[in-house]
């Protein structure tokens, strides 16, 4: 296991104490825990909160997009694990600024049934919570509803958070963040497994000159295993794939995350841009901004991952709105 | 070769062309050649400009600090090699303002020779070039003045960029740069080599349970090979080797860069960042700042680097100022 850690079983609360200090002037924590990430301004008296949650081994999801315009809390688990109902409970409690709370987070099961549970407890404690899930990973699954979430959470969280910081209502909000969503589709690929620290072997084995179409960010088998292709082939099944569920034609407008897995370099990223870029703009199609870097990984997994967003007038404006967090900034 | 890309030979210009699409509002190239990288705005008449250059597979270094607020030009080469004089003497035609340009970048040969010819070249054209070497990484060379350029030349790109956006005379930016330069070291170690695309194998090679400590950002050998260590042996022993060049006492303050090579993940750079922090903070010595993520890579190598700027009011200020370039924005 080549990973530069101390104990295997410290990773995350240590990576959590380091990433606190880095960032003190923008995170806290509540209710003394460290995996229950709060804006250090929290709460933000009268204003909508967000909040997210899910495993370590993401990162900059989740918590490094805690901030304004963007999220005010975060609850955080063990690498690849869900946290607690009682700390998104605390998370929860701590952001409240009076105008309810919403859940904007990947369609997981076990983060599903535990911050379903943290809303049901907000609620005997007066703070009204709403549940918007995450379902953009366009192959993991033919039914809609039933698709995990990926990458593409970080346009809801993006949208969702720039209308609660211009006064947006909770009914608001939350529309915004169902209206972002339904027009995001995400695909995936990756070249090699990570190791999760306390497992210490790899998520899964592939072959030197294989590639997988389809793979989660927990390594969740895609849809083919297969040789290594060109850049511009793998960035043109992805496009097509994610266009055939989200019919885009000449005139629209979209945003573009082209996002690394973790160990594969920006340049490669920016290889895949390139073809993606291209096809769109040969169809008509206007790049309103375009995203190229690593904002869902999985840890040292090598590998990428394509998000289209379909905007329209408001969900473009929300897009461009300011945004300050550990790893997000936008003027 | 586990790579996303498309002809090896095409890394660089794909690479390139991809980079400009995705940042059109804030870049343009130069002489009609892509390797030769200018701001949009260039040139911004009645400022000192400052360019960089080196080779290609270290995003964001060297040209995604090309912004307001930092550099103004950068000559690219291909995968780990010098850009042409040309290229460079193109890149300052372009952005030369009319108060003259700096060029800031890591001392090595191949650059040195070109960019030592273009800056003559360019003063035939009545353009006034000074030179500073960026020397940063302490165990390269026990002669301070032959030390390797890494990191660290992100914070003279910061603060010598602030000082020419506040109206600096060239004077003025070349001793901001010159000054920065003097308070920073670098050390870095490596975990994995990378894969030169147009080479097709690993740099070099490397047991399963080896670190190198001191390792350069090309693969050049470091001080010693040894089995892996826990995180805070890595950060304590970085820390103490340059702290041994640079003297730092309690009062003094400091900004910390903790930089991924590339392939290692966030999670790993904030373990490491938290023992420096808790090591710099026990001796009295304050973080004014904490960049930790991926500064200067070298491709999908493992490993990271720590840099320590030893700030004066001034340097503090300046590394404060506003920026915003593709791959750096600051508020």
Do not use: I, K, L, W
């Given at each position: 296991m080549k990973k530069i850690l101390n104990d295997p079983k410290n990773f995350v609360p240590e990576m959590l104490d380091g990433l606190l200090k880095a960032h003190a002037d923008q995170l806290s924590y509540a209710g003394g825990d460290v995996h229950c990430i709060v804006r250090?301004?929290?709460?933000?008296?009268?204003k909508v909160a967000l909040a997210t949650g899910g495993g370590s081994g993401h990162l900059p999801v989740f918590l490094g997009y805690v901030g304004k315009g963007m999220l005010d809390g975060c609850a955080v688990g063990d690498v690849f694990q869900s946290p607690s109902a009682e700390q998104m409970l605390e998370v929860t409690r701590r952001i409240h600024g009076g105008k309810g709370v919403v859940y904007i987070y990947g369609n997981y099961g076990g983060d599903v049934m535990n911050f379903d549970m943290a809303a049901e407890m907000a609620s005997m404690e007066d703070i009204e919570v709403r549940t918007v899930l995450v379902k953009d990973d366009v192959v993991s699954n033919k039914d809609p509803e039933k698709r995990r979430g990926v990458a593409g959470m970080v346009f809801a969280f993006k949208c969702a958070g720039a209308k609660a910081d211009q006064g947006g209502s909770l009914d608001e909000v939350e529309a915004i963040a169902r209206r972002a969503l339904a027009n995001i589709r995400t695909m995936g690929m990756a070249l090699t497994p990570c190791i999760v620290p306390q497992v210490g072997k790899p998520t899964f084995t592939i072959g030197e000159d294989e590639m997988e179409m389809g793979m989660g960010i927990h390594g969740e088998p895609g849809i083919s295993r297969e040789s290594l292709k060109p850049a511009n082939e793998i960035a043109e099944r992805m496009l097509k794939t994610i266009r055939e569920d989200l019919p885009t034609a000449s005139g629209d407008r979209v945003a573009v995350m082209v996002n690394g897995l973790g160990a594969t370099p920006p340049e490669e990223l920016y290889i895949v841009y390139r073809r993606v870029h291209d096809l769109l703009t040969a169809d008509g199609i206007k790049i309103h901004r375009a995203y190229v870097g690593e904002?869902?990984?999985?840890?040292?997994?090598a590998g990428c991952s394509l998000t289209l967003f379909k905007l329209d007038d408001e969900l473009a404006a929300l897009l461009d709105y300011p945004a300050r967090t550990p790893f997000f900034v936008q003027v």
């Open positions: 250090a301004d929290a709460p933000v008296q009268g904002f869902a990984t999985s840890m040292e997994m």
